[in-house]
């Protein structure tokens, strides 16, 4: 089993509506969650990070985690053409480095 | 403020060769990874500094791989005698908590 697991897509939205990204992880000790974005050529680019239990919003992004169940998801709301990207989910597993998930590519359709 | 920088860009090499990638974190920053990003791959961790710690070398893929980094700030990553499945984009990431912010890579390329 993976540590950090994400269904690589890709995962297709109609524009304006709600993208849903789901990641699972292995480490129970797990403490800090990260989602990144990366286009195609580029490096991640950090866009939400959750410590506790429940949803954490900013601005078209929340990031949900229950970490009685292991996963931590990101919902992008008012999906924009501009949202298409692979969005990898990071973990902390024990080591102080990130550990991270393959990552899901989302297209967001005009 | 300045972001991570790195250098070079990119890198094509030989095979044989040892080359040296550099990266510059954000100023403050006291941990400093090294990832790797093979294509169409997943991140995989090298190593990682923490002020004057000793560093977590237990990603580097073998003895050919090196880092270190100088005066708490500018680290360089050497791989000595290339070999072609080095070919990846190096990332770098500094962090002063928990949140990394990456540098833009280093694309290296063994012919």
């Known amino acids: 089993q993976k540590e950090v697991e994400q269904n690589s897509g890709p995962l297709s939205v109609p524009e304006g509506a709600i993208a849903s990204l789901n990641c699972t992880y292995s480490?129970?000790?797990?403490?800090?969650f990260f989602w990144y974005r990366q286009y195609s050529g580029k490096s991640p680019e950090l866009i939400m990070f959750i410590y506790s239990n429940g949803d954490k919003e900013d601005g078209r992004f929340t990031a949900q985690l229950n970490k009685a169940s292991q996963y931590v998801s990101l919902l992008i709301r008012d999906s924009q053409p501009s949202d298409s990207a692979t969005y990898l989910c990071?973990?902390?597993?024990?080591?102080?480095?990130?550990?991270f998930g393959s990552g899901t590519r989302l297209q967001v359709q005009p | 403020g300045a972001g991570v920088s790195q250098s070079p860009s990119n890198k094509v090499t030989e095979k044989g060769k040892d080359v040296e990638l550099r990266c510059d974190p954000i100023s403050g920053h006291t941990a400093l990874y090294w990832y790797r990003q093979s294509l169409g791959q997943g991140l995989e961790f090298l190593i990682y500094f923490q002020g004057n710690s000793a560093p977590d070398k237990s990603g580097l893929p073998s003895d050919r791989f090196s880092a270190e980094r100088t005066g708490g700030s500018v680290s360089t990553l050497t791989i000595q005698r290339t070999q072609q499945e080095d070919s990846a984009v190096y990332l770098c990431?500094?962090?002063?908590?928990?949140?990394?912010?990456f540098g833009p890579g280093t694309r290296l390329t063994v012919l």
């Open positions: 480490d129970r000790g797990s403490q800090s």
């Open positions: 990071a973990v902390y597993t024990g080591r102080r480095a990130l550990t």
């Open positions: 990431a500094s962090s002063f908590m928990d949140e990394q912010f």
